[in-house]
């Protein structure tokens, strides 16, 4: 190991919990730099390559031993098996880059879950130690910093004060008839907010309407994620420096439970140390418990800042169900004109069963219906389609039919957002066997479903199913495709914040109880999974904790 370095703050992981403390802190004044196990893209490195990117490792590592898998064992199944489950993006600007940009924002009854519903038997349920008034300044900062499109007061359920930072996205005609349709069976859809540029904004070019966000990166440099936002700010300071391909192996602390800095291993293998008056540490939920559960010591015999020992418990993802219906192309184009039929966003969404006492259920907490076309990959429409005929379709059929998929069908979809509840269940720890390619033990999943999430996912699509039949699809077009699934790249809650050291790990500012000046920014603070994506929730308490850690250099509360 060479010389140490030194610097005010490092931060570990590049995505959406780690580029809003990044910016804040050097703008104003800190020396920052982020440490990425990824490597750096550029725009020139976006391409529709399904192939390249979707079954590769252009994103997240093949699971192979030696590499970097995780380890798995879901409901049902005996034994772990390796994955790449539960990565994000292993890249810089993280999972924000391939993110569908589906900007929701959080609800009072997700930050108090616990005190409406009265607890639920087998369910470890906290509130949160913020209020949503807490949040609210730093929603509107997030969405002003990346921009974000969407059309204010016409959600009647959405937490917002302000207009949106830019007009909503153009939709597919057909979102007429979701609005038409939901709107008879008492629902209020609403266009869907995206992390998408609608016109020009912070010197980015708007959208170009290619269809292809999720699980791409963006070749027009138009959807908002950190790559294109918030790092190019923070390097324009001159204070930020973002290191790729630097895996951090240890946190380091002082005499006094202080974080210290950090080793990590740069692309060649050789080894560093890197010393900060403050460690944020966000490379998901998942990866940051498996960081703290590493960073064992004397002081710290079951890992750092786990006195409590629920680093790592209390994982959450989020329930996922989905219901497609098929529609005539050319009867649709006779019933809504052919203008704008080759758009590729729908953007409808649906929240009035969010919080729904009268569901009959033991969890009233439902979730957030997302009505939008089929994503345009041709491989991923080849396997459907063979998968929906029980695999009877190939060759000359199978090109028949999807030449009648792009050509003459309109598949239509929703997606199913739902609570998943903590339980003692579901964590992630360290495989004892499997180790990665830098020699440490892997993280290691543990994903048993609590029953009240399952049984509140299969209302909510059937509630779905309802608004697509009532749209009059073809004849027998109409189907649930999956229900009460796993979304593993939406992870949240293990390293839960809160004002009991005993009952949480992080502070209300994520700050650990045990180590001062070690803050958790992604999804890991979180005590509740919510009913929408949380990325949105993640930089908005990144930007929240950035500030309270601002803060703390004015008043020369961090040590030199």
Same mark, same amino acid.
């Given at each position: 190991?060479?010389?140490?370095?030194?610097?005010?703050?490092?931060?570990?992981?590049?995505?959406?919990?780690?580029?809003?403390?990044?910016?804040?802190?050097?703008?104003?004044?800190?020396?920052?730099?982020?440490?990425?196990?990824?490597?750096?893209?550029?725009?020139?490195?976006?391409?529709?390559?399904?192939?390249?990117?979707?079954?590769?490792?252009?994103?997240?590592?093949?699971?192979?031993?030696?590499?970097?898998?995780?380890?798995?064992?879901?409901?049902?199944?005996?034994?772990?098996?390796?994955?790449?489950?539960?990565?994000?993006?292993?890249?810089?600007?993280?999972?924000?880059?391939?993110?569908?940009?589906?900007?929701?924002?959080?609800?009072?009854?997700?930050?108090?879950?616990?005190?409406?519903?009265?607890?639920?038997?087998?369910?470890?349920?906290?509130?949160?130690?913020?209020?949503?008034?807490?949040?609210?300044?730093?929603?509107?900062?997030?969405?002003?910093?990346?921009?974000?499109?969407?059309?204010?007061?016409?959600?009647?359920?959405?937490?917002?004060?302000?207009?949106?930072?830019?007009?909503?996205?153009?939709?597919?005609?057909?979102?007429?008839?979701?609005?038409?349709?939901?709107?008879?069976?008492?629902?209020?859809?609403?266009?869907?907010?995206?992390?998408?540029?609608?016109?020009?904004?912070?010197?980015?070019?708007?959208?170009?309407?290619?269809?292809?966000?999720?699980?791409?990166?963006?070749?027009?440099?138009?959807?908002?994620?950190?790559?294109?936002?918030?790092?190019?700010?923070?390097?324009?300071?001159?204070?930020?420096?973002?290191?790729?391909?630097?895996?951090?192996?240890?946190?380091?602390?002082?005499?006094?439970?202080?974080?210290?800095?950090?080793?990590?291993?740069?692309?060649?293998?050789?080894?560093?140390?890197?010393?900060?008056?403050?460690?944020?540490?966000?490379? !998901?939920?998942?990866?940051?418990?498996?960081?703290?559960?590493?960073?064992?010591?004397?002081?710290?015999?079951?890992?750092?800042?786990?006195?409590?020992?629920?680093?790592?418990?209390?994982?959450?993802?989020?329930?996922?169900?989905?219901? !497609?219906?098929?529609?005539?192309?050319?009867?649709?184009?006779?019933?809504?004109?052919?203008?704008?039929?080759?758009?590729?966003?729908?953007?409808?969404?649906?929240?009035?069963?969010?919080?729904?006492?009268?569901?009959?259920?033991?969890?009233?907490?439902?979730?957030?219906?997302?009505?939008?076309?089929?994503?345009?990959?041709?491989?991923?429409?080849?396997?459907?389609?063979?998968?929906?005929?029980?695999?009877?379709?190939?060759?000359?059929?199978?090109?028949?039919?999807?030449?009648?998929?792009?050509?003459?069908?309109?598949?239509?979809?929703?997606?199913?957002?739902?609570?998943?509840?903590?339980?003692?269940?579901?964590?992630?720890?360290?495989?004892?066997?499997?180790?990665?390619?830098?020699?440490?033990?892997?993280?290691?999943?543990?994903?048993?479903?609590?029953?009240?999430?399952?049984?509140?996912?299969?209302?909510?699509?059937?509630?779905?199913?309802?608004?697509?039949?009532?749209?009059?699809?073809?004849?027998?077009?109409?189907?649930?495709?999956?229900?009460?699934?796993?979304?593993?790249?939406?992870?949240?809650?293990?390293?839960?914040?809160?004002?009991?050291?005993?009952?949480?790990?992080?502070?209300?500012?994520?700050?650990?109880?045990?180590?001062?000046?070690?803050?958790?920014?992604?999804?890991?603070?979180?005590?509740?999974?919510?009913?929408?994506?949380?990325?949105?929730?993640?930089?908005?308490?990144?930007?929240?904790?950035?500030?309270?850690?601002?803060?703390?250099?004015?008043?020369?509360?961090?040590?030199?």
């Amino acid at each position: 190991m060479g010389k140490a370095e030194r610097t005010d703050v490092v931060v570990i992981g590049s995505g959406a919990g780690g580029a809003p403390v990044a910016v804040t802190l050097a703008e104003a004044g800190a020396r920052v730099v982020i440490l990425e196990r990824g490597q750096a893209y550029t725009i020139r490195d976006f391409t529709h390559d399904e192939v390249a990117v979707c079954r590769r490792d252009f994103f997240v590592p093949f699971p192979y031993p030696g590499h970097s898998p995780h380890t798995i064992r879901k409901r049902g199944q005996d034994r772990y098996h390796l994955t790449n489950e539960g990565w994000v993006g292993v890249c810089v600007g993280g999972g924000t880059v391939h993110m569908s940009g589906f900007t929701y924002r959080f609800k009072e009854s997700d930050l108090r879950l616990r005190s409406m519903t009265g607890g639920i038997a087998n369910a470890d349920i906290a509130d949160w130690p913020i209020s949503m008034d807490d949040l609210l300044p730093y929603y509107d900062l997030y969405e002003a910093r990346v921009g974000v499109s969407g059309r204010a007061g016409v959600n009647p359920f959405e937490t917002r004060k302000r207009p949106f930072p830019l007009p909503a996205l153009r939709p597919h005609p057909a979102a007429r008839m979701v609005d038409e349709a939901a709107g008879k069976l008492g629902f209020h859809p609403f266009p869907t907010p995206r992390a998408i540029l609608s016109v020009p904004y912070g010197g980015r070019p708007p959208c170009n309407y290619c269809g292809f966000c999720g699980d791409y990166g963006c070749e027009n440099g138009s959807k908002s994620s950190v790559l294109a936002s918030l790092l190019p700010q923070a390097e324009k300071t001159g204070r930020c420096q973002v290191r790729s391909g630097c895996m951090v192996t240890g946190i380091l602390t002082d005499d006094q439970d202080r974080a210290a800095g950090v080793v990590y291993l740069d692309a060649r293998g050789e080894e560093h140390k890197l010393e900060a008056r403050v460690v944020v540490l966000a490379a !998901t939920a998942i990866e940051s418990a498996r960081l703290l559960l590493l960073s064992e010591s004397g002081r710290f015999p079951h890992g750092l800042a786990n006195s409590s020992g629920l680093v790592g418990k209390n994982l959450t993802f989020s329930t996922f169900g989905k219901g !497609t219906a098929i529609f005539e192309r050319h009867k649709l184009e006779k019933k809504l004109g052919p203008e704008g039929m080759d758009l590729p966003f729908l953007l409808r969404s649906v929240q009035d069963d969010y919080w729904n006492e009268k569901n009959g259920l033991l969890l009233p907490k439902g979730g957030t219906y997302n009505f939008l076309l089929h994503h345009p990959n041709p491989i991923n429409a080849a396997v459907r389609l063979m998968m929906e005929s029980k695999w009877s379709l190939w060759g000359r059929k199978l090109k028949d039919r999807l030449h009648e998929y792009f050509h003459d069908e309109l598949w239509l979809e929703f997606e199913v957002f739902g609570e998943f509840l903590p339980h003692s269940g579901c964590y992630v720890d360290l495989d004892p066997r499997v180790r990665d390619g830098f020699g440490l033990p892997v993280a290691r999943i543990t994903n048993l479903h609590h029953p009240a999430s399952d049984e509140v996912n299969k209302f909510c699509v059937r509630r779905g199913m309802d608004i697509l039949e009532a749209m009059r699809p073809a004849p027998k077009k109409v189907w649930p495709f999956t229900w009460s699934s796993t979304t593993y790249h939406l992870q949240h809650g293990t390293c839960r914040f809160g004002t009991d050291p005993a009952r949480s790990v992080l502070d209300p500012d994520c700050m650990a109880h045990d180590v001062r000046n070690l803050y958790v920014t992604d999804g890991s603070f979180m005590p509740s999974s919510g009913a929408v994506p949380a990325t949105p929730t993640i930089m908005a308490n990144s930007f929240r904790v950035a500030e309270k850690i601002a803060g703390r250099f004015r008043r020369h509360e961090i040590p030199a």
